[in-house]
């Protein structure tokens, strides 16, 4: 057996490593059994202890090089149980930030190269961006929200909202869940005209520099359009980046600091208010539970104090009768499997085996719709784990906004309203060069 000998590291990367004092280690394989990747084929001989001794001893290199960073999700079950509080996921995302970013996996750096070059993870050009949101708005007011259209840079607004290029590129109508809430509590929102990314795969890259300049273009969007409040992004890694990235950016200037709501907070409060209406009996005869997303909760409450638990369950029983919850849940609730930007990556198998103890819990809570509050979640739970374990995914998955949105009783807006809207969306299209008769 060959004699492990202590290296010695780059000075950087040791100043870095001190932050968290390894030698506090037990050893005691806590964030080892609490974790999905544990036991992953193809990763045998590895898990969070062995690393994490690794990089103790000075071998830094073999794990940049290894692909456990990325395989790890950063759901940060670890770091929460740890008795000595060693933050491993911020270990594990600084070796992702060692990796050149030519050897990133699969389209995670590209995607980040494209935001920081034209405004969002899929580069999608301007006009079409401009187009898709008229042509789209357009045929909500079409079907069942009269009046309703998308307004763009609208300054004074009470709520910035920021699209997932996702949704823009494919999934186009799953905006219209957003949209129809802020209809029906005829909310005074806009969203950008640039820049508008909601994802932070600068994050998901260990890249800190991108997370930095993206949380300070909205943190500039709030200032041009003197918007009163932002809505925090969806999904989880990009509602997490913001807030590290603001962080930053405030540090270096207390003026970058600007209001923001986190989507639990909104939407309780447009329900409490009175603002919008719902109606439980749309939802009878299904059992419906709750995910807790990492980066919304657990990682959430670890480094900012507040993990967002109770709001979704009270929204969810606002809209339904029957409400089940997962076990393990809150702050002890497995990642779905697709976190730290495994959705997108090329390791679709170790992905699906992360999830299986998701898969187990849905199919323990009799549930037949799991509701979510992340894209990604969404996804995986949606398309990858029944692709791998068919005979056990018998639900559907439903966004909480979505889930909200189908409830919704939607009171028509006057005729007054309806004229006032739709002036207001032809100066604006034609403001923004967009032929609506096109």
Request: with cysteine.
């Amino acid at each position: 057996m060959e004699i492990l000998v202590p290296r010695k590291l780059k000075q950087e990367i040791q100043d870095y490593l001190n932050q968290f004092d390894l030698n506090r280690c037990l050893t005691c394989g806590t964030c080892s059994n609490g974790c999905p990747i544990t036991g992953t084929p193809g990763m045998e001989g590895w898990d969070t202890r062995k690393v994490i001794r690794m990089l103790a001893l000075g071998l830094v290199d073999e794990v940049v090089q290894s692909k456990f960073p990325w395989i790890c999700t950063g759901c940060g079950r670890c770091a929460y149980a740890c008795p000595m509080g060693i933050d491993i996921v911020a270990i594990l995302t600084h070796m992702k930030h060692l990796r050149p970013r030519d050897q990133v996996p699969g389209i995670l750096h590209k995607g980040v190269e494209n935001v920081l070059k034209t405004g969002n993870n899929m580069a999608i050009p301007r006009e079409d961006y401009f187009f898709l949101m008229a042509d789209l708005g357009a045929e909500l007011a079409e079907e069942e929200c009269p009046g309703f259209y998308v307004p763009i840079d609208k300054e004074g607004a009470d709520i910035l909202f920021f699209p997932n290029s996702k949704e823009v590129f494919a999934d186009n109508d799953d905006m219209k869940w957003w949209w129809k809430i802020f209809y029906a509590a005829r909310e005074n929102w806009t969203i950008p005209s640039e820049n508008w990314e909601a994802v932070d795969w600068g994050l998901f890259t260990g890249n800190y520099e991108a997370t930095k300049i993206l949380a300070k273009r909205k943190i500039e969007h709030m200032k041009r359009l003197k918007a009163r409040r932002m809505i925090m992004p969806d999904c989880g890694g990009g509602s997490y980046g913001c807030r590290k990235g603001m962080k930053a950016c405030v540090m270096e200037d207390p003026g970058n600091r600007v209001d923001y709501i986190y989507l639990y907070d909104y939407l309780k409060e447009i329900i409490e208010t009175g603002r919008i209406k719902l109606d439980k009996s749309r939802n009878a005869g299904k059992v419906f539970t709750w995910h807790d997303s990492c980066k919304h909760g657990r990682e959430l409450e670890r480094n900012f104090g507040k993990g967002y638990y109770e709001e979704p369950r009270w929204i969810i029983q606002q809209c339904v009768d029957n409400f089940v919850d997962m076990e393990p849940n809150r702050s002890m609730n497995y990642c779905c499997g697709a976190g730290g930007g495994m959705w997108p990556m090329p390791y679709e198998d170790e992905s699906a085996y992360h999830g299986r103890y998701k898969v187990r819990q849905i199919k323990n809570s009799g549930a037949n719709v799991v509701v979510v509050g992340c894209s990604n979640c969404r996804d995986q739970m949606m398309k990858r784990l029944p692709k791998y374990y068919p005979e056990d995914c018998n639900y559907e998955v439903k966004y909480i906004w979505q889930l909200v949105a189908e409830t919704l009783v939607l009171e028509p807006w006057s005729e007054e309203e309806i004229a006032r809207a739709k002036e207001e969306a032809r100066r604006q299209w034609e403001k923004l060069g967009v032929d609506m008769e096109v």
